[in-house]
């Protein structure tokens, strides 16, 4: 049996900042950005937008793919930017997306790694259980400390995936390659709104964790690079991406799957999967039956490289134009307002910004967060 993603779809903040302005005030050369890093824009999020309401808009369009919705009995919210060490943030999904009752949510949490443990998770069960469908939600919000340089790579994004047997985008491969190992590269205590990382350390483990898992993708594959017509890489910046691709593949679509990226910033758990979407929609060559690679890498660390074959017929599920226009539509901020965004992210109130979707955070009260209906 088939099992992959069946339907697809993203979201980010309404508004953003360029990174240009960032280098001006941080006394940078903008070119480091550009080409050092490989970053343009970053998503900001005012203080009504947080990762249940980005995963809202995303899980909306998603399942308005699928028939009936009620077929969907599993929600995985994939986070690192969790504000509650106890609820899950699915069950605000869930709510909104007016799933039914009979149906099990949770939260998972592995750094950026968590939607490919989601989504393979997902995949066993609908081997198990053929009619079910399950919504795999990773939505993060990246923020670093100001003046640190993981400053320019902040942003945010959630991606939904519905996966279900015969999938109309991409049927999962039964094989991967796993690398696990207990490094310090990358953490978030958890009083602490900003991560933490080790810059060199994290770059470093990174294409470590790439080798040592693609070889074992391909030992247990029996397969060699030639089998693979491209590879998705999670991207916490372009240039993180470039560097992986060089050292093994050279992927002559590399540079498609890395627009959004480059215009949205890190989204951690998401991130890999931002990659898939900007490689579908801005591939001009048909994809029908090809193989995609996938790394994996959530810092700490866990890393997995595997494998999908496009379904025929795939670009009939996608939406480029809404995509653009959705990135396209963001409203540029100032710096000050950049900072303003930062401070006030810590006691939102009936905000006068934006929401990208039909949810916003309208308040924290008694330590409960209100989400209501977006003007
Ligand atoms: N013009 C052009 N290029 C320039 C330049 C200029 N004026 N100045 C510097 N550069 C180049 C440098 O030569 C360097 O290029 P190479 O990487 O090819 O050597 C590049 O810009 C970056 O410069 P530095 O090495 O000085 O970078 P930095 O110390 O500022 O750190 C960073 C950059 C690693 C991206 C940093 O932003 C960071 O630590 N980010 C957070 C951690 C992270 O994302 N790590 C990635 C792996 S971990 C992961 O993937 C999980 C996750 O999502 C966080």
Known sequence: MKVGIDSIAFSTSKYFLKLETLALHRREDYEKYYVGIGQKQMSVFPPNEDIVTIAVDAAQKAVAEIADKNDIDMLIFATESSFDLSKSAGIYVHHFLQLKENCRVFDIKQACYSATAALQLSKSYVMENPSSRVLVVASDIVKYQPNTSGEPTQGGAAVAMIVSKDPRILTLEQYSGIHTTDVMDFWKPVYKNEALFDSKLSVYNYLK???????????????????????????????????????????????????????????????????????????????????????????????????????????????????????????????????????????????????????????????????????
């Open 209 to 375: 964790s790439l080798n040592i898992a693609l070889k074992r993708y391909f030992d247990a594959s029996n397969s060699s690079i030639s089998d693979l017509d491209c590879v998705c890489y999670h991207a916490p910046f372009g240039k993180m991406a470039r560097k992986a691709d060089q050292q093994t593949f050279r992927n002559k679509f590399l540079e498609n799957s890395l627009i959004y990226g480059s215009l949205i910033g890190n989204s951690c758990s998401a991130s890999i999967y931002v990659c898939l979407l900007s490689l579908l929609d801005n591939t001009p060559e048909d994809l029908d039956e090809k193989r995609i690679g996938f790394f994996s890498y959530g810092s700490g660390s866990v890393a997995e490289f595997f494998s999908g074959i496009v379904s025929r017929g795939y670009r009939k599920m996608l939406s480029p134009e809404r995509n653009f226009q959705m990135i396209e539509n963001r409203m540029e901020i100032s710096f000050e307002e950049y900072e303003r965004f930062s401070s006030a992210a810590s006691m939102p109130s009936l905000s006068k910004y934006q929401n990208i979707g039909s949810v916003t955070l309208a308040k924290i009260e008694n330590d409960k967060r209100v989400y209501a209906a977006s003007c």
